[in-house]
C-alpha cells in the first residue's frame, strides 16, 4: 500500500510540475510588457559542473523598418531562466555582412548550457551607428517559443531587455 501511495504521490508531483512549467511559459510569452535598462546585470560566470550538458537554441531576430539602414555595432546577447543557467553570445553581429539590416530577420544556431523555462533576455549594443530590433525569439530544446518584443533602440553600452522570472528558492535573478 505504502508504494501504492508513493507511486500515487510522485504522479500528483509530476502533474504539477508540467502544469507550472506551462503556465510560466505562456505567461512569459504572452506579457506585454516594455524593456527596461538594466545597468546592474552582470554575465553569469559561476555555472556549476551540472551545466556541463550543453542544448542548441535558435534565435530569431526582426529588426525594425525604422531602424537604421544597417549597423556595425556589436550586438551581445544573455539569456537565461530562474534558476541561474544562462546562455551568453558575446557578439552576433558581423561587420562584413549584412546582419541587422533595416526590415530583415536573422537566424543564429548559439549553444549554452540547458535551461529551464527562459524569463530574462537582454541585448547589449555597443557602437555608434544605432539599431532597433522588433522582437527576439527564442526557440529551445523541448520548450516553447519565446518572444521578446522590443521595438525600441536599444541605448549605448548598457544591457536592455526583460526579466520576467521569479524568485525561486536558493536562486535570484
Same mark, same amino acid.
Given at each position: ?100 539590416? *533595416?526590415? #530583415? ?60 522570472? *521569479?524568485?525561486?528558492?536558493? #536562486?535570484?535573478?
Amino acid at each position: 500500500m505504502g508504494g501504492r501511495n508513493s507511486a500515487v504521490l510522485l504522479l500528483l508531483v509530476l502533474i504539477a510540475a508540467a502544469f507550472f512549467t506551462f503556465s510560466q511559459a505562456r505567461s512569459i510569452a504572452s506579457t506585454p510588457t516594455k524593456p527596461h535598462v538594466f545597468r546592474s546585470f552582470t554575465i553569469n560566470t559561476n555555472q556549476s559542473a551540472v551545466t556541463a550538458r550543453s542544448c542548441s537554441y535558435t534565435l530569431t531576430i526582426k529588426t525594425s523598418c525604422s531602424s537604421p539602414k544597417y549597423t556595425r555595432d556589436r550586438v551581445s546577447i544573455a539569456f537565461g531562466d530562474a534558476y541561474g543557467f544562462e546562455v551568453y553570445a558575446p557578439r552576433l553581429d558581423n561587420p562584413s555582412s549584412k546582419i541587422f539590416e *533595416r526590415c #530583415s530577420t536573422d537566424t543564429f544556431q548559439i549553444r549554452g548550457p540547458c535551461t529551464y523555462e527562459i524569463c530574462y533576455l537582454n541585448l547589449l549594443r555597443v557602437g555608434s551607428d544605432g539599431w532597433k530590433p522588433e522582437s527576439v525569439k527564442v526557440y529551445g530544446p523541448d520548450r516553447p517559443v519565446i518572444t521578446f518584443k522590443y521595438n525600441k533602440f536599444l541605448p549605448n553600452g548598457v544591457w536592455f531587455g526583460f526579466n520576467h522570472c *521569479r524568485k525561486v528558492s536558493g #536562486s535570484v535573478i
